[in-house]
């Protein structure tokens, strides 16, 4: 597919319903060159896959190493809907917690002292965070 294409599906009816989900699976090729498939948050930013994690994480060292990756976002509902991705990871250190990781942890089963307490604890455990971002390709 060429860029036009893919940019043609991500605007499409199907593809916006999906990026609205809140979880995504990530493959990778771990450091040990097996590969490895996760569940992670997402935003989704008109352009790209915005996934956050923790500065130790094992994927940001097999990302370092190799930042091809494979996405898939899907229903689990008949008949299925799946969008399948791949890109390059792009890996940002950021001081603090990245405002995607906040976005992507949806307040609306919380209330807002719960939120303010998840917050607070959040901010306490890490100190930074890698953004990875995915452009389809």
């Known amino acids: 597919m060429d860029q036009e294409q893919i940019d043609e599906i991500m605007a499409g009816e199907v593809a916006r319903k999906l990026l ?9 090729v771990a450091r040990d060159d097996t ?3 996760v569940p992670i948050g997402y935003t989704w930013d008109d352009s790209a896959i915005v996934m956050c994690t923790a500065t130790n994480a094992a994927n940001i060292k ?4 190799n930042p091809d990756v494979a996405l898939t976002i899907d229903t689990d509902d008949f008949p299925p809907n799946i969008l ?3 890109g390059k990871a792009e890996l940002e250190w950021v001081d603090g917690i990245p405002d995607e ?9 919380m209330t807002a002292e719960q939120r303010e307490a998840w917050e607070a604890g959040v901010r306490s455990l890490y100190k930074a965070m890698y953004r990875i971002r995915v452009v389809p390709r």
């Not at 097999?62 to 190493?65: R, S």
């Open 20 to 28: 609205q989900r809140s979880i995504a699976r990530l493959a990778y």
């Open 35 to 37: 590969p490895r498939v």
């Open 62 to 65: 097999a990302l370092q190493v």
């Open 84 to 86: 399948l991705l791949r």
């Open 101 to 109: 990781f906040m976005q992507m942890n949806d307040p609306s089963y």
